[in-house]
């Protein structure tokens, strides 16, 4: 048996403009097949990464923001933003993708993905974990 | 490479993924399924256009365990079922379902 070990990701670059958040975001698809204990971390401009309205047609590069929509699918269904990085870039939980996910202990109700923490607790999950890949 | 489709011409990639998926027409899973001997009946349609209904919403071809429970939810648990779509695609829904589709190959898939 192979143990489960807790994988956060740690995104904290704006989404465009480097490759890093769309990198990170394929890691976390492919690596979803291996049945780990997952969960994600927005923080600095990585919160932009989960921003509503993105268009990307002047810059020429491709949305890739509606793929955020099918991490429930993958059962990936912990994202963490932290509240210090919207506050200081004037945002609200509302200018965020409403992502979510099917509770399959709870009769596939359905919840909220992304959890608003403070820059405290979020220090806190990062010294819970056993891997941080940081983008 | 290329795929010749009813005189039209149509770019792959080496494994013969469609280069561009705006490019895609119905001719183009037909001559993909006939160059591999398989008969696209209206079960094979069914999983490719769910495919492409996947990839217009979330910009991504699904993983096969993905798709699997997907279409358990929207077609049926009859359906949802990896026995169900190997049958249709011996090849492995992700990889051939996608390719006809127009999609490119699932990320992750080798």
Not at chain 1, 15 to 26: D, K, N, R
């Amino acid at each position: 048996m192979s143990e489960i070990k807790k994988f956060m990701y740690v995104n904290r670059k704006a989404p465009y403009g480097t490759v890093y958040a769309l990198e990170s975001l394929e890691v976390v698809l492919i690596g979803a097949a291996f049945d780990q204990d997952v969960s994600l971390a927005f923080l600095d401009d990585g919160v932009f990464q989960i921003m509503k309205g993105q268009d990307t047609q002047g810059v020429g590069m491709k949305n890739f923001s509606p793929t955020y929509s099918a991490l429930g699918d993958y059962d990936v269904t912990k994202l963490y933003v932290e509240r210090e990085s919207l506050e200081e870039r004037g945002l609200t939980l509302d200018d965020l993708l409403p992502l979510k996910y099917e509770d399959e202990d709870d009769d596939w109700a359905e919840k909220d993905s992304i959890k608003l923490v403070s820059r405290e607790e979020l220090a806190g999950l990062m010294e819970d974990q056993d891997v941080l890949l940081n983008f | 490479m290329t795929l010749e489709v009813n005189g039209k011409t149509f770019e792959t990639d080496e494994e013969g993924y469609l280069a561009d998926l705006n490019d895609w027409e119905p001719g183009v899973a037909e001559a993909m399924a006939q160059a591999e001997d398989v008969e696209l009946t209206s079960d094979h349609w069914e999983i490719i256009n769910f495919l492409r209904e996947y990839y217009e919403e979330y910009q991504i071809a699904p993983a096969v365990r993905v798709l699997t429970k997907a279409v358990g939810k929207k077609l049926g648990k009859d359906k949802g079922n990896s026995k169900y779509l190997y049958e249709l695609f011996p090849y492995g829904p992700g990889k051939q379902a996608c390719k006809y589709a127009g999609l490119p190959k699932p990320t992750g898939c080798v």
